[in-house]
């Protein structure tokens, strides 16, 4: 989630407390019968919800870490699988072999095992009367890519003529990456649990239908425009206090 979206969330706080901060001023006059828009209750909602996304920030380095750390482990591995691809050739496998193993290559590296057409040859067979769908060739996922690397190690090990020198070739060595690859995907995806439960939680408190800060203020608003009257300089100072729901 991009720095801008949760800088957003925060800010929904900000202007609920300077929402708070404009009724208190106020006086006697701001008294609801409603307790969910008196005074108390939106200072205890205030309270929730800064610490609601403290907690989010607080969850996000470690998370934001692994996901790094991840990155930086599965960068290499479209250029290995190249020289992988040119060590099986180069061992004398038949085409029908190597063909089965490009397909896992391409897989891993997001390629297609042919061209994409475009929308004008698209179109021309369309008219001919045939119907083509393309489907995405990316499987880019940590998953995906995770799976796809195993069957490429599965058939590479059920190859006797592939044993190349080179160490970091060896089926040996794959393997030993497949499973660090696979530590780090799961060291990432356990980090973004803590980050999820926050940010759920984050969101029914500002969010929330009928609860949230964000229609919480709008019963604040509606309330001070019922005292002083739509045009009254006490609702014009509260209107002016923008809330904007967002669906993170």
């Known amino acids: 989630m991009s720095s801008t979206v949760e800088t ?14 404009v009724v208190s001023a106020f006086g006697a006059t701001y008294n609801p019968t409603r ?25 996000d380095p470690a998370y934001r870490n692994a996901c790094n750390a991840r990155e930086v482990a599965f960068e290499p591995l479209s250029k290995l699988i190249t020289r992988v691809s040119s060590a099986l050739k180069a061992s004398g496998v038949p085409p029908q072999v ?18 994409k057409l475009t929308e004008d040859e698209l179109k021309e067979l369309e008219a001919q009367g045939e119907t083509v769908t393309q489907a995405s060739a990316s499987q880019m996922s ?78 604040v608003k509606t309330y001070v425009k019922s005292v002083f009257g739509p045009s009254s300089p006490q609702y014009k100072s509260v209107s002016s206090i923008k809330f904007t729901h967002r669906r993170m």
């Open 8 to 21: 957003g969330h925060a800010k929904v706080v900000a202007n609920f407390e300077k929402l708070i901060a």
């Open 35 to 59: 307790d969910s828009i008196q005074l108390a209750a939106l200072n205890s909602q205030l309270t929730a919800a800064k610490a609601a996304v403290a907690a989010v920030n607080a969850a």
């Open 98 to 115: 190597h063909e089965n193993a490009l397909t896992f290559v391409r897989k891993l590296q997001g390629r297609r095992a042919s061209r």
């Open 142 to 219: 940590f998953d995906n890519r995770l799976d796809n690397l195993d069957k490429l190690i599965q058939l590479l090990s059920s190859l006797s003529a592939y044993a190349p020198n080179e160490e970091e070739l060896k089926v040996s060595s794959l393997t030993a990456l497949y499973t660090q690859l696979q530590a780090v995907n799961i060291a990432a995806v356990t980090a973004g649990i803590p980050v999820k439960t926050a940010r759920i939680a984050r969101n029914d408190l500002l969010y929330k239908a009928g609860t949230g800060v964000v229609d919480t203020s709008t019963d």
